[in-house]
C-alpha cells in the first residue's frame, strides 16, 4: 500500500461509476478532481457537492486519471487526455474491454490499470441493514476486486491499488491479473453466463406465473429459497443434491445447455462478443 497523497482525476464523474467512485474518494486524503461533459452529469456532481473541472485542467497534474466513461467512448477519450498526462500518470479503466480490444490510445511512458469491482459476494455474512442494502458494493458491504497493471511495475500497482481501495470501499482484497485473464472474468463468467443466468431465472418465473399458472407469491418464495440452495451446494459444496434432484438437472442441461457451449473460453469467442459489445467490426491485435 502506498501513502502517497495523490492527485487523482475522475473522468466522467457524474455517470453512474463515476458517481460511486467520486462519492468514496471524495471523502479520502487526496486531492480529487472531477470532469464531466453532459449537463445531467455535471448536474450531479454539483448536487453531490463537488466542483466541476475542465478534463484538460483537471488531468494536468494527476498521478492517476481514471476514465469512467462507456466503453465506447474510451478510445476518443483516451486520444484526446493521455497526450495531455505526465510520463508515468496511471490511466485506470473500470472494465477490461477496452484494453483487451486494444481501444487505449498508447503512449510508452503512461501506466494503463483496470480494477473491476467484484461485487459483495452472495455468501458475505453481512451483519447491519447498511451492508444488507448493499448490494452493488462501495457503500457498506465489503467486497474484493480483481485489476490488471499492463507494466507490472510494483510501485505503479502499489499506487493504483491505494486509488482501488478507497474508490471502491470497503475492499477485503485486491486480485493481480492480466488484461485478457481479466477479460475472461468480465464479460464471458460474470455477464455471458451468471447474469445471462440471472435473467433466464426471472423468465423461469414468468413463465411459471403466467404459462402454467401458479401464484406469483407462491412461485417466488419457492424460487428464492430454491435459488441459495443451488449456490450454496453448486459453487460452495453445503450440501449434495439429491438422487432426484440430479437427474432433474441433468434433463435441464439436456435441454437448455448447448453441447458446446464450452467455446465461449476460446479466444475468438471472447473476441466476437466483445466486438458486439464494443460496436467493432473487429478486434486489433
Ligand atoms: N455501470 C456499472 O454497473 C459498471 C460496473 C463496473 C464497471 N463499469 C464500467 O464503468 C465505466 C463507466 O460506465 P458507466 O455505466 O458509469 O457509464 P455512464 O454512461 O453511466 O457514465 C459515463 C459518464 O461519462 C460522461 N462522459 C462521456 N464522455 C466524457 C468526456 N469526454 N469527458 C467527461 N465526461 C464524459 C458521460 O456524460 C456520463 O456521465 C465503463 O467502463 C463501464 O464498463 C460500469
Redesign the pocket.
Known sequence: MSDQQLTIAV??A?????MRVSNNLQRSSHTVRY????PA?RQRTTDAGRTVTD?AEAVVDADVVIL????I??GP?SA?LVPQLRPGTIVL???P??AYANLLYQRADIEYAVA??CHPSVFLQRKTEAELNDTFGGIAAPQEVVAALESGDAGKQAVAEEVIRQMYAPVLDVHWVTVKQLAYLEPTLVEVVACMVGDLLNEALQETVHTVGVPEPAARAMLMGHVQVALANGLRGDNPFSDACLIAMDYGRDKIIKDDWKSIFNDAELDHVLKQMLHLDHIER
Open positions: 473522468i466522467g457524474g455517470g453512474k461509476m463515476g470532469a464531466e461533459n453532459s452529469g478534463s469512467a466513461v462507456p466503453d467512448a474510451l477519450v484526446d479503466t473500470l472494465d474491454a477496452a473491476h469491482p
